[in-house]
C-alpha cells in the first residue's frame, strides 16, 4: 500500500554531516506524521525526530542543534540533515510514517560514525 525507501547513509568521521533522505510511495498520496527512529548496537529503537502535519521538528534530547528533519510534501520525500556527527549516533537509521491509524516503516540505512 504504502513504501518508505531511505538513502544517504554511510560511513563518516566524528563531527561529519549526512543527509537521509526518505521517498514514500504508493496509494496514500502524503503521510500525517513522518519521522526518524534508530536503533544502537546493543540498544533499543528510539525516536529520533518527528514531523506532524505542516508543524516544527521534534527531536530527542541527544540530537537537538544537530539534527534537522524536514519534508517536502510535494516531492514526498522527508529528510534529516545530520551535523556534527558523534560515535553514538551510530546505528541503523529507519524511515516511519503514519495515516489513518496505520503505521509504515522503511527497511532502515546503517549510519556509522567512525574515525
Known amino acids: 500500500q504504502v513504501q518508505l525507501v531511505e538513502s544517504g547513509g554511510g560511513l563518516v568521521q566524528p563531527g561529519g554531516s549526512l543527509r537521509l533522505s526518505c521517498a514514500h510511495s504508493?496509494?496514500?498520496?502524503?503521510?500525517?506524521?513522518m519521522g526518524w527512529y534508530r536503533q544502537a548496537p546493543g540498544k533499543q529503537r528510539e525516536l529520533v525526530a518527528t514531523?506532524?502535519?505542516?508543524?516544527?521538528?521534534e527531536y530527542v534530547d541527544a540530537v537537538k542543534g544537530r539534527f534537522t528533519i524536514s519534508r517536502d510534501n510535494a516531492k514526498k520525500t522527508v529528510s534529516l540533515q545530520m551535523n556534527n556527527l558523534k560515535p553514538e549516533d551510530t546505528g541503523v537509521y529507519y524511515c516511519?510514517?503514519?495515516?489513518?491509524?496505520?503505521?509504515?516503516w522503511g527497511q532502515g540505512t546503517q549510519v556509522t560514525v567512525s574515525s
Open positions: 516511519y510514517g503514519s495515516e489513518s491509524g496505520v503505521d509504515y
Open positions: 504508493g496509494s496514500i498520496f502524503n503521510l500525517y506524521v
Open positions: 514531523l506532524k502535519g505542516g508543524g516544527s521538528g
